[in-house]
């Protein structure tokens, strides 16, 4: 099998084997059961909590039944005997916490697998035409493999997504996300991107920049605001490819550059905008990398760079989420020790309350730092 992980399993006295694919990067399951209709959400359940993952036989939609079931047995709060008798968490410990907790629910649902034909079908009863979403996100079909039920459910509904566009009401048009490329669901950051006024510098002719550009949407909305040369860059091949596929269906194509870079293009800029991860934490999937960002490697990147790229006048615009203060995980007087330490200076900011619905779900574990936060646009410019 090319060298690749494989899922391994007995099967009537024989060894069999499957490719095993997973975008989070966890490995293959050391032990393999076969399932199938009849096999009852305990039984599974218990199962995927020992590490044993569960090869699908069956009918696709009773599949997504169990891991439906799996789930609610997941989420189940465990019962606690007396009153308790430590503190309450910080808003840093309930953070790690939840994570702790989401990671270990995402491996004991993950433990489902289902079997995948070398064309990209299902070879299930009811089964769904998953070809076009596995394509999009793994590639031309080569051989068939394993995958979990869940990251496949993340497949198809990826695809959704492109397929039906994101509304961006600040464009007056639709961003088409790609598989694992952060999709702009949160719409104020890109309103506030649509309300700062430009600098005087772009009439220079010099470019703007868009630093780790994702899907393209703040280039798109510095074209459309009238930024005669836009320089977006990102890493990711994914990234690449939807940013390149937004930019051309906009008729933005003669404005933005796509430029695969580490950061910033080898250019001084009148702006540069950088929406970097929020929250320095390590991410548990390549989706994750828009979100968490160990030590704040990018924020700290772009805050030590931007001087070096900018022309006289120009400014560097940092849109961030002030969650990670909110969580205990990074202090204003950080960021600002981190703006100063870097020869800049703040010359102005424009703040937005999020509009998403975990702000207001007093049900979440992280809600009061959910409720508290403010993403804000932070004007930048060279100390004098």
């Known amino acids: 099998m090319n060298g690749f992980p494989q899922v391994v399993w007995d099967e009537e006295g024989e060894r069999h084997a499957l490719r095993w694919r997973s975008e989070s990067g966890s490995p293959p399951p050391r032990r393999v059961v076969l399932v199938g209709d009849q096999t009852p959400a305990d039984q599974a359940y218990r199962w995927a909590c020992e590490g044993t993952a569960l090869l699908y036989r069956g009918d696709y939609q009773n599949a997504r039944q169990l891991l439906l079931a799996m789930g609610r047995r997941a989420d189940r709060k465990p019962r606690r005997a007396g009153k308790p008798t430590s503190a309450p968490p910080s808003a840093a410990e309930a953070f790690h916490l939840h994570r702790q907790a989401q990671a270990q629910r995402a491996r004991t649902l993950g433990m489902l697998l289902l079997p995948v034909d070398a064309d990209h079908s299902l070879p299930l009863r009811r089964a769904p035409d998953v070809a076009l979403a596995c394509r999009e996100a793994y590639g031309p079909a080569d051989e068939a493999y394993a995958v979990s039920l869940r990251e496949l459910l993340g497949l198809i509904g990826a695809h959704e997504w492109r397929k ?14 790609h598989y694992g490329v952060f999709s702009p669901v949160r719409g104020e950051y890109v309103d506030l991107v649509a309300q700062a006024p430009l600098p005087a510098a772009l009439a220079s ?17 510095l074209a459309q605001r009238g930024v005669r040369h836009v320089l977006a860059t990102d890493q990711d091949p994914r990234a690449l490819a939807c940013a390149r596929e937004n930019i051309a269906r906009l008729g933005f194509a003669a404005q933005v550059e796509i430029l695969q870079a580490d950061m910033f293009p080898d250019a001084r800029a009148a702006l540069v905008v950088c929406n970097p991860p929020w929250v320095p934490a390590r991410p548990s999937s390549p989706v994750e990398n828009a979100v968490y960002d160990p030590d704040s490697r990018m924020l700290r990147a772009f805050l030590d760079g931007l001087a070096a790229h900018l022309v006289p006048g120009g400014e560097g615009w940092l849109v961030l989420s002030d ?3 909110h969580l205990g995980l990074r202090t204003r ?14 010359v102005g900011r424009l703040d937005a309350r999020p509009r998403h619905a975990k702000a207001r779900d007093a049900d979440d574990p992280l809600h009061a730092a959910r409720a508290a936060e403010i993403t804000s646009l932070w004007r930048l410019a060279v100390r004098a």
């Open 333 to 346: 007087d950080e960021l600002l020790a981190a703006i100063a330490g870097a020869g800049l200076q703040v």
């Open 323 to 325: 969650l990670a203060e």
């Open 164 to 177: 039906k566009g994101v509304p961006i009401p600040a464009l007056g048009a639709s961003i088409h996300p």
């Open 205 to 221: 002719g010099a470019p703007a920049c868009d630093i780790g550009t994702g899907t393209g949407v703040l280039a798109a909305l």
